[in-house]
């Protein structure tokens, strides 16, 4: 069985940055696809950025430019750098590491961004 924790959030004004990171107790060379979702109150979850076990990078439109996702295989961790975030940018944000057919999710962390 393969955990995610995710760390990283907390509280920022609208402007800022934050980095989240994902660790993974499996070596994350062995998963296919990596990414991060996020859902806000009252809204579906919905894909920020992935990122292929080859390196290459994918990001909704509404964060294109100011996100960034990377991985550190040497530490099985994944993040998602988040810069000139917006109150828009306020939800749950969520790890997830597909290999083939089998996914796993993290727990979860808020991040809160003030106008």
């Known amino acids: 069985q393969v955990q995610l924790v995710e760390s990283g959030g907390g509280l920022v004004q609208a402007g800022g940055s934050l980095r989240l990171s994902c660790a993974a107790s499996?070596?994350?060379?062995?998963?296919?696809?990596m990414g991060w979702y996020r859902q806000a109150p009252g809204k579906q979850r919905e894909l920020v950025a992935v990122?292929?076990?080859?390196?290459?990078?994918n990001y909704a439109d509404s964060v294109k430019g100011r996100f960034s996702i990377s991985g550190d295989n040497a530490k099985n961790t994944v993040y998602l750098q988040m810069n000139s975030l917006k109150p828009e940018d306020t939800a749950v944000y969520y790890c997830?590491?597909?290999?083939?057919?089998?996914?796993?999710w993290g727990q979860g962390t808020q991040v809160t961004v003030s106008s």
């Open positions: 997830n590491f597909k290999r083939a057919i089998i996914q796993f």
């Open positions: 499996g070596t994350i060379s062995s998963f296919n696809l």
């Open positions: 990122i292929t076990s080859g390196g290459a990078t």
